[in-house]
């Protein structure tokens, strides 16, 4: 077996030329003073300078972002002065076209038998692409810090996903939030979960249902009044916005209020201070305003029914959330997580829901989005008595397929509007689904599943009475 040499020398056809050519990394050589005398293939490849351009130039030509002052002359370089023998260094240097290069520097002092210092032999190794795939992985890492629902929320979708980052955003801000999305929804519980996961979290949250409240109620609610402002104001009483001094205020259901009170608020959420009802003293407030809506805000001040300033004031920060039909793969999930929630508190140990009933609760289209399941599972708990809930524990509409699709509220909507391929198979499995109106429709779908009335009848989510009745009414 051959002996690897511990020197070159017996390697007489091995020149330093061919050494620096053939090293696959950029190889710069320069000497006591810091001028540049080597210079390879591989370094004009890295940074576009030709040898003829370096050679016999001072080093800090490379303005490396490690060296220091780049005007510095190098014969100040610590390595030259002999302070440090060896080194490896993550830098940037320029490049020809002025950008800058994420190198990999590792630089030896070359002595003679004296132990003078002759010059550095310095190997730089390109970066760039071990650049990417970190920014690649901690864009990833931060994605996936964000996997995990904040308290309260359930779902793992990327819609549910974008809410939590939306989240995360929120609470590190003081920006009034507008959340809108269908009723349902799980405005609230975002509301909730901002104000949690903000520096407010041990200040109050107040909630205030503005929908609730008529004109003259909602400004002594939210303002407070003092003793004798209107019959029975009998004493002094805080408004909500002074109750929540110090955290957040929840403006639910911000749509319904009169544009009356829509100027009033406006005032508060531009100033942050307002005036009792009877008083003239006014109150400054420090709150973070969240405000929530399920109408079309932007249709209403086109419509002149909410007011275009007080609009932008408070969608500074929108969130939207998705309707439980954009997210029916997190659909299983809240399933479980209404059942495990109706066990603790029923002592009751259901396990989960059979096949049939999966199948239906997928295929529904709940216009009252996760309120409307929660409801349904806590209607299952009643009559279920096994220990899965099955079909026929579901409330009635989710069954009745007629009804199924005549309670979908953007049904026509969803038609007209969507341009997204992958809302497309939604609307099939729908219609797919109905139930047949003619004879012919009714015959070749009692064919699909093999003439078998009762795979028909939960193919289609209804009783097998409901078939019957159809038959009959087709003259079958
Ligand atoms: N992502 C979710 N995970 C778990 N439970 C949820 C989720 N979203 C909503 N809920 C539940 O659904 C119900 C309705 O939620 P919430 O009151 O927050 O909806 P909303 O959008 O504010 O409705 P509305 O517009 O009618 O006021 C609540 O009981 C809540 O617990």
Redesign the pocket.
Known sequence: MNRCPDSLTDLDWLSADILLRTIPDGVMVVDARGHIRAWNRMMERLTGLTHDRVCGKPCNILHCNQCGDPRKLPDECPMLRGELDERSIECEIRSADGSFLPVLRNVGVIRDQHGTIKGLVECFTDLRKVKRLEQQLSVLGEKELLHE?PP????RSSA?QDVYRSIHLAAASDATVL?H???????????EAIHHASARRDQPLVRV?CSALSETLLESELFGHVKGAFTGAVQDKPGRFELANGGTIFL??IGDISLLSQLKLLRVLQERTFERVGDSKPHHVDIRVIC???RDLHQMVLDGQFREDLYYRIRVFPIL?PSLRERKG?LPL?VT??IEHFNRITGRTIAGVDNEALHCLMDYCWPG???E??NAIEHAFVTCRDKLIGLFDLPMELRMVELRHAYCPDKQRLAKTTNNAADHPRLDDAKSNAMPDSPEAFKALLAECGGNRSKLARRLGVDRTTIWRRMKQLGL
Not at 181 to 191: F, I, M, P, Q, S
């Open positions: 629902p309260g929320l359930t779902g549910m959340l999305g269908e009723t349902g929804t799980g405005k609230e519980r975002v509301a249902n639910d259901e929530a809506t399920h959330l997190d809240l997580h209404f989005n996760v309120r399941l929660e």
